[in-house]
């Protein structure tokens, strides 16, 4: 009790920091361009609706979701550190 459970995988200090992906659901138009960047992290699924897979996904894959993020024509995907 009293203790939070530190993100897995996120760290300052380690190695493995990463960064946290936000989506304005509300600009999001689920034309799935993300995906195709980042199939990793975005997924449109046949309900059309997108689904972040991975909010803090790491370190590696962060050339991918900045290309996502790039690729959004609605600029729908922020990218924090
Ligand atoms: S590229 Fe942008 S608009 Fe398209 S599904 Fe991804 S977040 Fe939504």
Known sequence: MGHE???IG???LGTL???RVIVDFDQ?????LCMA????VFEVRDDDFLYVLQDEPSEEL???VEAAARSC????ITIED
């Open 73 to 76: 024509p609605k600029t729908a």
């Open 17 to 19: 920091w990463c960064m």
């Open 10 to 12: 996120c760290s300052r």
């Open 62 to 64: 962060r050339e991918k």
């Open 37 to 40: 960047a980042a199939p990793e």
């Open 28 to 32: 999001c138009e689920s034309n799935a």
């Open 5 to 7: 459970t530190p993100a």
